[in-house]
C-alpha cells in the first residue's frame, strides 16, 4: 500500500471516530485522546495528519462535500443537485449544526460555497448551450460567484430555519429565480455562439 493510501485511510478512521464521537457528545467536548483511543492510533499520527480537531472537522466536512458532489449529474440537474445538497444538511443535521456551532457559519459557508461555485459555472454553460449564445468570460465568472454567493447564503439560512421553512419551497423559488434570471442575461449580455 503507498503512503499517499495509509494516509488517506488514517485520516478516515480518524473522521469516523469523530463522527462517533460528536454523535454521543457536543463537539467543544471532545478531546484527541478521545479520538485516538476510538480509531487507535497515537497522538504523534492524530498530529501528523491535522493540527488539531478544527482541522480534521474541516476536513471530514470537505471530503463529505466531495462526495455529494459525486453523486449527482451537476450539467444538467440544477434542482436535484441542491436537493441532494439540502437532504445531505438534513441526514447530517447534528454533524452541520455541530461545525455551525464550533467553527462557525462562514466556514461552513465556505463548504458549500466550494461545491456550488462549480455546479452554477456548468449550469451557466448549460444555459448558454441551450439558447447557442455565450457570455464574457469575465462576466460568466462574475454571475459563477454572484449566484454562488446567493445559494450557499441561501442554504445558511435555511440550515438555521428548516424546522419552519420548507425545502421544497427554496428549492423551486432558487430553481425559478436562477433560471429566469440567467436567460435574460444571457439574452441582453450574450453574443451568438
Known amino acids: 500500500m503507498t503512503h499517499a493510501v ?3 485511510n488514517t485520516k478516515r478512521a480518524l473522521a ?23 480509531c487507535g492510533v ?9 493540527q488539531d480537531i ?3 472537522l474541516k476536513w471530514m466536512l470537505q471530503q463529505d462535500a466531495i462526495e455529494v458532489i459525486k453523486n449527482f449529474d ?21 454533524l452541520i449544526s455541530c461545525a455551525y456551532d464550533s467553527i462557525g457559519h462562514d466556514v461552513v ?11 452554477t459555472t456548468k449550469f451557466i454553460e448549460t444555459k448558454e448551450r441551450a439558447l447557442s449564445m455565450k457570455l464574457d468570460e469575465k462576466y460568466r465568472a462574475f454571475l459563477s460567484k454572484f449566484y454562488t454567493e446567493a445559494l ?19 428549492i423551486d423559488h ?18 451568438a455562439a
Open 174 to 191: 432558487i430553481s425559478k429565480t436562477l433560471n429566469s434570471s440567467l436567460t435574460d442575461l444571457i439574452k441582453t449580455y450574450g453574443f
Open 74 to 94: 451537476l450539467v444538467t440537474d440544477f434542482e436535484e443537485a441542491i436537493g441532494f445538497v439540502m437532504k445531505y444538511v438534513e441526514d447530517n443535521n447534528h
Open 16 to 38: 469516523r471516530s469523530l463522527r462517533n464521537a460528536m454523535e454521543k457528545k457536543p463537539f467543544s467536548k471532545i478531546t484527541v485522546t478521545e479520538i485516538i483511543t476510538d
Open 54 to 56: 478544527y482541522a480534521l
Open 109 to 119: 459557508k465556505s463548504f458549500f460555497y466550494s461545491d456550488f461555485i462549480t455546479m
Open 42 to 50: 497515537n497522538r504523534k499520527t492524530f498530529y501528523y495528519h491535522f
Open 152 to 170: 450557499s447564503g441561501m442554504l445558511m439560512d435555511w440550515i438555521k430555519d428548516r424546522e419552519t421553512v420548507d425545502k421544497e419551497t427554496v
Open 6 to 8: 495509509t494516509s488517506m
